[in-house]
């Protein structure tokens, strides 16, 4: 009866310290940092509403921009590598979860050996021996050591998802941007071709004129060096284009002859070319980004600083359970097999052992503190996320607003210049008016064409810039990355922070 009550005792106990709680603090999310206003500073964008960014590139109604999107996500090498740190992350905490469990391990051997004795018997026959054992050991979570360990670890794999969402959402506004850039380019060249052609005509017409008298040599040398110098802007930009190609092909992880072939446009109903440029995208109904509160839940680089923190705090739990005792529970059971003889012999052993740390040197006070330190600098890093993260939507709403703002009087002035240059092309050519005066309205319209192409421009990088700062709707994306063939097994995680 003793013995029973003494292994009820012991079960009783056991069972009492596995469920005791875990030393460290317990993680609680960081309230808001009263840095973070309740609303934005900058102008919300005339036409934007506050509405899901959900695979937001669509927004552009531009069937290319779409494909390339969504082909740099399946063949870009840095989401393989964000893939890849979500498996390891992954693996980490089915680690940490076995050490809440025993451990088992079967071991076997056979000798082969002669000799007198009573085991090998006195002729010195060979003999054959069979060892065979079943071992088992347990560390009991006594401080809760390791379910503070299995929970840094969950956290990590979190951030690593959020890490992941990071990699996508930077990639799509990269393959925007520089596909944006390549239209703004292309827009360029086919302006500098008419400019260049406008002005091969006023060479042409200033050589009939100076044949006739009515003009002196000097003008056709203006002529012709107005000729070289668009000739010069034309081969300066159509360079820049192939870097933008090459830009675009690196993002996509395409060859640039096969990306060429799909950014040029379908050839034209007589079977020529097309003109060279499309229109720059630009989106048909801009979503505006949420409260700045919001992006806590919006940002999956500030849910990844938000769980890097989590993880730092149960870390904090892991050093202080290391100063504790720990108590393993050790069991074999083996046997012994002669094959001479047929003799078997059978054994079996437990052997609880208990592990209690005297003197270190301060060593474990040390893993303390640089837990701590840990924590605090990861705090301090979320902190800092947060701020860069309302400064950059900020910044970009700044720019939207005023890019859209100034996108009326550059069209305007465009248009005015364009119909004045037409005006000074006519004159021109019935002798109203001298070359000078037709290259500087020439010179004036370039400049508004120019301007008015980098305003549409800026509008559509602008929106990108926003849209990537605001997190690009990743969390709407979460929902559907465990069925993506690329994306995270596991549902991605709500972000603590959420609503704050």
């Known amino acids: 009866m003793q013995i029973r009550s003494g292994s009820r005792w012991l079960l009783a106990s056991t069972t009492a310290l596995l469920c005791a709680c875990a030393v460290g603090p317990d993680y609680r999310e960081p309230p808001r940092d009263p840095a973070v206003p309740e609303t934005w500073h900058a102008r919300l964008p005339h036409g934007g509403e506050r509405a899901a960014m959900t695979q937001w590139w669509r927004q552009f109604d531009d069937p290319l921009l779409a494909e390339l999107v969504e082909t740099a996500e399946t063949r870009h090498p840095t989401i393989d590598a964000a893939l890849g740190a979500v498996r390891e992350a992954r693996a ?82 990269e393959v925007a941007d520089a596909y944006v850039q390549r239209r703004y380019c292309e827009r360029l060249v086919a302006l500098y071709r008419d400019t260049l052609a406008s002005r091969r005509e006023t060479e042409r017409l200033t050589a009939l004129k100076l044949k006739s008298g009515f003009v002196a040599p000097a003008d056709e040398a203006q ?29 996509t992880a395409l060859p640039a002859a096969q990306l060429d072939a799909r950014l040029a446009r379908a050839p034209a109903a007589d079977g020529t070319a097309a003109a060279y440029g499309d229109p720059i995208p630009v989106p048909l109904h801009p979503a505006v980004p949420d409260v700045p509160a919001a992006l ?115 069209r305007q002035a465009e248009t005015n210049y364009s119909v004045l240059l037409a005006s000074q092309e006519n004159r021109y050519r019935l002798g109203a008016t001298s070359l000078l005066d037709l290259e500087e309205t020439r010179r004036l319209a370039l400049a508004s064409r120019e301007t008015l192409a980098a305003v549409e421009a800026e509008i559509s990088q602008s929106w990108i ?33 959420a609503g704050a």
Not at 351 to 357: E, K, N
């Open 465 to 497: 810039a926003l849209y990537k700062a605001a997190g690009g709707g990743w969390r709407d994306d979460a929902n559907t990355s465990p069925t993506d063939s690329r994306g995270p097994s596991d549902a991605a995680p709500t972000p603590a922070g």
């Open 296 to 410: 806590l839940s919006q940002r999956p680089d500030v849910m990844s600083a938000e769980r890097s923190l989590a993880a730092a705090s149960a870390g904090i739990g892991v050093a202080v359970a290391s100063r504790l005792p720990s108590l393993s529970l050790g069991g074999s059971i083996g046997i012994n097999h002669l094959a001479h003889s047929g003799d078997e012999v059978h054994s079996w052993s437990w052997s609880p052992q208990i592990s209690l740390p005297i003197f270190e040197g301060g060593a474990g006070r040390a893993r303390v503190e640089t837990a701590r330190a840990r924590y605090d600098q990861a705090l301090a890093q979320y902190r800092s996320k947060v701020l860069v993260a309302v400064q950059e939507v900020e910044d970009a709403l700044t720019r939207v607003d005023a890019s859209v703002r100034r996108a009326d009087a550059a």
């Open 92 to 173: 980490a905490v089915t680690t940490s979860r076995a050490g809440l469990l025993p451990g088992v391990r079967a071991n076997g051997t056979m000798t082969r050996s002669s000799g007198a004795g009573d085991t090998g018997g006195s002729d010195g026959a060979p003999f054959t021996l069979f060892n065979g054992s079943l071992d088992a050991s347990w560390e009991l979570d006594l401080f809760g050591g390791t379910r503070r360990n299995l929970e840094a670890s969950e956290a990590r794999l979190q951030a690593a998802q959020a890490d992941w969402h990071e990699a996508r959402v930077t990639l799509a506004a």
């Open 223 to 251: 002529a012709r060096a107005g000729r070289y110098d668009s000739e010069n802007q034309l081969i300066a930009q159509e360079g820049v284009c192939q870097q933008n190609l090459n830009r675009l092909a690196q993002l």
